[in-house]
């Protein structure tokens, strides 16, 4: 691909079915689509679809911008944030846009997780 020699094969899956065919995946692309679900264990569908280390990069709609009465759901960040920490790493999380309608988006790319994010508390020192 693009003179890379990266051989790539494009699919596309029902996120929710129990084991995605042909998964798991290096890299999944989701425009629009993780934002339609709120519960947690449809929200980890993503993860599962990914191998280890795998890349998952997603367009969300996000709660910045003006009000609006169409356009895709709105996510904060930090709801995004809490809904993919317990899977995935985040590489990057910033400002973006759908560029067809211009709905502000959160573009937020992340990497499976190999191991558990560690503890925001630190060390507790000993007396
Ligand atoms: C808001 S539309 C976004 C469509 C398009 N990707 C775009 O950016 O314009 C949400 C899309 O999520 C798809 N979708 C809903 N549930 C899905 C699922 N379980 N697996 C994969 N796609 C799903 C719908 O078919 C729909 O195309």
């Known amino acids: 691909m693009g003179g890379h020699g990266l051989a790539c094969r494009f699919a596309t899956l029902d996120i929710l079915a129990a084991d995605p065919p042909d998964g798991p995946f290096h890299f999944v692309f989701d425009r629009g689509c993780f934002h339609l679900f709120d519960e947690p264990d449809e929200r980890a569908r993503f993860a599962a679809a990914l191998a280890p280390r795998g890349l998952?990069?997603?367009?969300?709609?996000?709660?910045?911008?003006?009000?609006?009465?169409?356009?895709?759901?709105?996510?904060?960040?930090?709801?995004?944030?809490?809904?993919?920490?317990?899977?995935?790493?985040?590489?990057?999380?910033?400002?973006?846009?759908?560029?067809?309608?211009?709905?502000?988006?959160?573009?937020?790319?992340a990497r499976r997780r190999t191991m558990p994010a560690q503890s925001s508390y630190g060390v507790v020192a000993s007396d």
């Open 56 to 109: 998952w990069l997603s367009l969300i709609g996000s709660t910045e911008g003006p009000p609006r009465e169409v356009g895709p759901p709105r996510r904060s960040a930090r709801e995004v944030a809490l809904a993919v920490e317990p899977a995935l790493e985040i590489i990057e999380l910033r400002s973006s846009e759908f560029r067809d309608h211009g709905a502000l988006a959160w573009f937020c790319l």
